[in-house]
């Protein structure tokens, strides 16, 4: 008999036993301490859990350790419950937590015993991990600020609502062919990230003041590396339908033979756009509406730094950018602290690590920033801070290559300290390995984790540098490999090299001097 493929345990996993249905396994092996099934693992995903890289444990230490992701619904937590995610981060995580570019927060080091509390405090406060993970709808991507920019063009705070209880658990999806990642945003600064998305929504405001939204399909970073493509526009109240009818198609007719094949680009690659729309249109019983296509913000505008009147009245918002991501327990025990001596409430996560507080009163935000700016999180940072992005990286991640977080923090202080004049904000990424977690993809310059053969002859870890990346509606480009690897002690000096070269250079913006010079 010939052996399983990976896709064919997957499905045969699935079929023996729902994700859903692991959490009675969970407390069971807490509450006796007996070694997970290999097939439980698989399962634990469906929970926001992952297996960790063992390279941070001692030689001796034989525990099985997970990262744990949880949603952050529309991105958003209050205070009280940034203080429960503070402890857990504290208690069970060795003082980790990140925000991810799902608008999620993940810890590291979690053990399967302390998982029935950890599950406890995050229910006593609104807050899951249940399809954080796995083979089903993951988060929605949403604007932060959805709701109090008086410059959107519409308040998608309901319709996330509605789709995310569609989605919350719904034992028909909880076996798709793979991840299925939607976005739904009225952002005029298109901050969502359509592009990349498998099923997005985006508002546009026609000539006739109409607000409608461009669908757009089949977008992806890794396997299915490719722009979604703009399908047509729907109403408001037509989007939970549309995202019902794409959904249940993608689980019915998804390609399962094969996990580095069946996300839904695939299936539209397939089948060809226009059977995939035909398909669509026949089941929802109408057609999409034709449009013009509108102009979309190039990626490395996309953002909300800074102090902005809310639409709330005698409140503000405030966009701040952090290090990587990472904020860790101080971070969110200091960020309470902050929030509440100021009159805040609540935050969101931004699709860029970032987060956005929602509603300090006018006359408190100038004191907020700079209480902010003390434990280093900045409303207005600089260029290269402001859009540094990296993944999970080779401490905590079995497929990453090179370490990334205290690479992408210490690469961005030395930029800033090399050239503080400089005042265009370049998107960077760093990915631990040639995947894009971290959007390598689609920045101004990504550096993705891969071993090479050094001058001696040695095979060691570095990072490949890529160039010319973007998201910018019809206009977007995938950033193109340079050849140029290096290790990780030479990434300041190799982005330090290309700053340097663009001032000096005839060209108007980064993003034009990064697709000329790997078009050259």
Known sequence: MSKETKAQRVERIKKEKSGLDVLESINEYAIHGTEVDPEDVDRFKWYGLYSQNRNLQDADDETQYFMLR???????????????????????????????????????????????????????????????????????????????????????????????????????????????????????????????????????????????????????????????????????????EVTRVVSEIYRDHGLRESRIKARLGHLINKWGIDKFKAELENSLGFEFGEEFIQEYTPYSKREHFGIHKSKDEGKSYVGCAINGGFIGTKGLKDLADV??????????????????????????????????????????????????????????????????????????????????DFDETVSISLNGCPNSCAHSNIVDIGLLGTKFKNDDGETVPGFELSLGGNLEGVKSSFGKKTGVKFISDDAHEIVEDLIESYIKSDYKSFHDYAVGKVND
């Open 70 to 240: 949880v949603k952050l619904v529309q991105g958003s937590m209050n205070v009280e419950q940034i203080k429960v995610v503070a402890g857990i981060s504290k208690e069970f995580a060795r003082g980790t937590a990140s925000f991810t570019t799902r608008q999620d927060i993940q810890f590291h080091f979690i053990q399967v015993c302390d998982l029935p509390e950890i599950f406890f405090r995050l229910k006593s406060v609104g807050l899951t991990t249940v399809f954080a993970a796995g083979d089903v709808p993951r988060n929605i991507a949403t604007c932060p600020v959805a709701g109090v920019e008086s410059s959107e063009i519409y308040d998608v705070r309901e319709l996330v609502s509605e789709v995310d209880k569609y989605f919350d658990g719904n034992r028909t999806l909880v076996n798709l062919p793979r991840k299925y990642k939607v976005g739904i945003s009225g952002c005029s600064k298109h901050c969502m990230g359509h592009e990349i998305q498998d099923l997005s929504f985006t508002a546009v405001k026609c000539e006739n003041g109409q607000i409608l939204f461009d669908v757009s399909v089949g977008g992806g970073l890794a396997s299915n590396k490719q722009f979604a493509l703009h399908i047509g526009y729907v109403m408001p109240e037509q989007i939970l």
């Open 339 to 420: 929030l509440q001596k100021n009159g805040a409430t609540a935050i969101k996560a931004t699709p860029t690590q970032n987060f956005v507080v929602l509603d300090v009163p006018t006359q408190n935000a100038e004191n907020l920033v700079k209480d902010l700016n003390i434990i280093d999180m900045d409303a207005n940072p600089n260029p290269f801070k402001a859009r540094t992005l990296s993944c999970t990286g080779l401490k905590y991640c079995k497929f990453a290559i090179s370490e990334t977080k205290d690479t992408a923090i210490a690469l961005a202080k030395h930029l800033h300290e090399k050239f503080p």
